[in-house]
C-alpha cells in the first residue's frame, strides 16, 4: 500500500530553518510529481510546493518562494522540503502527498509540526 512518512520538523526561532524528509512507498515514486503542504490552526490545508517526476520543474505557493526549495531523489524515493528564514506564520504541520497513476487517489502522510517562535 502507498505510505508517505514526513520527518524533520521541530520548533525553531524566526530566521531560522529547517528541512523536512517524506520517504514514499508502494507506487512507483519516480513517475509521479509530489507535493507538500501545510494547515495552520484554524486555517484550510493549502498547498506550499510542488515538483515534477524528474525534478525539472517546482512551484511554490507565494508566501513561501525565495525562501522554501522542494527536491527530491528518485533512488532513494525521498522528497524535501528545505525551509529558510522562517517566519511565525509559517508554523502549521506539513503534511507529503502523492497523486499516484497507480493505484489511483490521493495519499498522505502523517504530518509534521513545524512551529516557529521566539
Given at each position: 500500500q502507498v505510505q508517505l512518512v514526513e520527518s524533520g520538523g521541530g520548533l525553531v526561532q524566526?530566521?531560522?530553518s529547517l528541512r523536512l524528509s517524506c520517504a514514499a512507498s508502494g507506487f512507483t515514486f519516480s513517475i509521479s510529481p509530489m507535493r507538500w503542504y501545510r494547515q495552520a490552526p484554524g486555517k484550510e490545508r493549502e498547498l506550499v510546493a510542488l515538483i515534477?517526476?524528474?525534478?525539472?520543474?517546482?512551484n511554490y505557493t507565494n508566501s513561501v518562494k525565495g525562501r522554501f526549495t522542494i527536491s527530491?531523489?528518485?533512488?532513494?524515493?525521498?522528497?524535501?522540503?528545505?525551509m529558510n528564514s522562517l517566519k511565525p506564520e509559517d508554523t502549521a504541520v506539513y503534511y507529503c502527498m502523492a497523486r499516484p497513476v497507480w493505484p489511483r487517489g490521493d495519499y498522505w502522510g502523517q504530518g509534521t509540526q513545524v512551529t516557529v517562535s521566539s
Open positions: 524566526p530566521g531560522g515534477t517526476s524528474a525534478g525539472g520543474s517546482t527530491r531523489d528518485n533512488a532513494k524515493n525521498m522528497v524535501y522540503l528545505q
